[in-house]
C-alpha cells in the first residue's frame, strides 16, 4: 500500500510560480514511476509530468513542457511539481498519482489539490 498526500495548491496571477508537494507513505520501494495529473471543470484528468521513482527519468505534457519541473526527495519521500510562468488554463485540481513496479496504470492517488491561476 501506497498512501500519498498532496499541498501546495492556492491562488495566484498568471506569470507566477507555485510548488507542488506529495507525501509519499508505505511501500515506497515498490513504485515504478510517480506523476502528477490534473483535471479542470468539464475535462478529462489529463497526465501533466511523471517521474521514474529510481530511474529518475521524466516526461511532460507538451502543455507544461519549459514551465513545470517534476521531481523527487528520497529523503523526504517526497513527490514535487515545480510550476513557473502559470497560465489560467493551468488552473485545475492537480493529483499525485503512483504506479507500481507490477502494474500497467497508476494504482494509488491522493485527495488532489487546487491550482486557480488569475488573469
Known amino acids: 500500500q501506497v498512501q500519498l498526500v498532496e499541498s501546495g495548491g492556492g491562488l495566484v496571477q498568471a506569470g507566477g510560480s507555485l510548488r507542488l508537494s506529495c507525501a509519499v507513505s508505505?511501500?515506497?520501494?515498490?513504485?515504478?514511476?510517480m506523476g502528477w495529473f490534473r483535471q479542470a471543470p468539464g475535462r478529462e484528468r489529463e497526465l501533466v509530468a511523471r517521474?521514474?521513482?529510481?530511474?529518475?527519468?521524466?516526461y511532460y505534457a507538451e502543455s507544461v513542457k519549459g514551465r513545470f519541473t517534476i521531481s523527487r526527495d528520497y529523503a523526504e519521500n517526497t513527490l514535487l511539481l515545480q510550476m513557473n510562468s502559470l497560465k489560467p488554463e493551468d488552473t485545475a485540481v492537480y493529483y499525485c498519482?503512483?504506479?507500481?513496479?507490477?502494474?500497467?496504470?497508476?494504482?494509488?492517488w491522493g485527495q488532489g489539490t487546487q491550482v486557480t491561476v488569475s488573469s
Open positions: 498519482a503512483a504506479r507500481m513496479a507490477t502494474s500497467y496504470e497508476y494504482d494509488y
Open positions: 508505505g511501500r515506497t520501494f515498490s513504485n515504478a514511476d
Open positions: 517521474i521514474g521513482w529510481i530511474s529518475g527519468i521524466t
